[in-house]
């Protein structure tokens, strides 16, 4: 179930470039990861719950250009509350550091799912 939802959060961000697993370095280089937080099972339904990541979105600033980053995260929510038949939600969106060269954001994202393979899990 957290590799198809991982590929499925990647299907959804196509165009981003998403590393799984980070060391402390890997941030500043590549800009997003994702991390698997929790597995909540639906109590009324077997075999079915929801999947809680961290998708961590590093801008070295706030301006590039002319350009906000907001930018970026504005096409990032867009994206996902667009899409088409992929049950991925964002719960919540927050500043998670701030250094005097990095801003990190914490996106927090839902999916549910089955493990009867009707939604692809």
Not at 19 to 36: P, Q, R
Not at 41 to 46: D, G, K, S, V
Not at 107 to 116: K, M, S
Request: with cysteine.
């Amino acid at each position: 179930m957290i590799v198809a939802s991982v590929d499925r959060i990647k299907k959804i961000l196509t165009g981003w470039t998403i590393v799984e697993l980070d060391s402390a370095k890997e941030i500043a280089t590549h800009g997003n990861y994702l991390v698997f937080d929790r597995f909540v099972p639906h109590t009324n339904l077997p075999f079915s719950g929801d999947l809680h990541f961290t998708l961590y979105v590093a801008r070295k600033s706030l301006k590039k250009g002319k350009e906000s980053c907001y930018s970026d995260l504005d096409a990032l929510m867009h994206r996902l509350m667009t899409q088409d038949k992929e049950a991925c939600f964002i719960d919540k969106i927050e500043l998670a550091s701030v250094s005097p060269r990095l801003f990190i954001y914490a996106i927090q994202l839902r999916i549910e799912g089955e493990l009867d393979g009707t939604d692809g899990l």
